[in-house]
């Protein structure tokens, strides 16, 4: 008794859709959180398919799956874009199994199913401010870069990769081999930069030379900064790259020109 009650309490107070079918794939059971998905009371829906309830594409896409499950007898997720009847839509990340009668023969399915619209919103949101940034740094000529100082994880921008000349398909380049992307010179003042940083945390501003792999010679400004746990512990290094190497010619043309005035 006490353990129907436990279901019952779990099935009624959810925000998760929750439902069986038989194996016509009519409602059976399914609590409020399903009514308030479709738009229509617990009683309009219980003993009817997803073709009443549903557009026509979403009703083939429910049921389509609902067969798969009790074919394949085994618990599948998926996730659904559905369009009700009242003119809303949504994304839902379901999960389905199979039910059985007393001999052990599939009679059915139930599912859960969880609306992720507003994550799926927010995801596309993300991805559209990414390309924004990414647009952003690469008319301004400047990456940002991560170092994870606890997982050794780095992570790189489009635009650094575009600055070094460097493949986007391999990961970022660590010690030893970022090394190779510096004259000595460069390295030698960037690596104490960043040895210090990572140290105590000392934020740095470094211009630097760059060699391409393909010979290529860039000059860039590198900015680090480090990020502390709340224990003070530093935990990751941040900051940018930018390619000042049309500043650096003009810088150098007009200590040229100078130089030749005197």
Request: charge should be negative; charged fraction near 25%; hydrophobic fraction near 35%.
């Amino acid at each position: 008794e006490n353990h129907r009650r436990l279901m019952e309490a779990v099935f009624s107070g959810t925000s998760d859709a929750v439902f069986v079918k038989d194996k016509q794939g009519r409602y059976l059971l399914a609590n409020q959180a399903v009514a308030d998905f479709i738009g229509k009371p617990l009683a309009g829906i219980l003993g009817k398919d997803d073709r009443e309830l549903f557009d026509a594409e979403s009703a083939a896409q429910l049921m389509q799956q609902d067969q798969k499950v009790m074919a394949e007898g085994k618990v599948l997720s998926y996730e659904e874009h559905l369009n009700f009847g009242n003119g809303q839509s949504g994304v839902f990340l379901a999960t389905k199994g199979p039910t059985f009668d007393h001999s052990g023969h599939i009679n059915g399915c139930f599912g859960i199913s969880r609306d992720i619209s507003g994550l799926k919103r927010a995801e596309l949101e993300m991805r559209s401010n990414e390309a924004a940034l990414n647009e952003a740094q690469r008319l301004a000529r400047v990456g940002s870069w991560e170092w994870d100082c606890q997982t050794g994880q780095h992570r790189w921008s489009a635009q650094i990769y575009q600055i070094y000349g460097r493949n986007p398909a391999l990961p970022p380049a660590v010690y030893p081999e970022v090394k190779s992307y510096f004259t000595d010179a460069s390295w030698q003042r960037l690596s104490s930069c960043v040895g210090r940083c990572l140290h105590d945390g000392t934020p740095y501003t470094c211009d630097a030379e760059v060699v391409r792999p393909d010979g290529c010679k860039r000059w860039i400004t590198a900015r680090g900064e480090a990020v502390r746990d709340r224990t003070g512990q530093i935990v990751r290094l941040q900051g940018t790259v930018q390619d000042i190497s049309e500043q650096q010619q003009i810088m150098l043309q007009a200590i040229a020109s100078e130089e030749r005035m005197q």
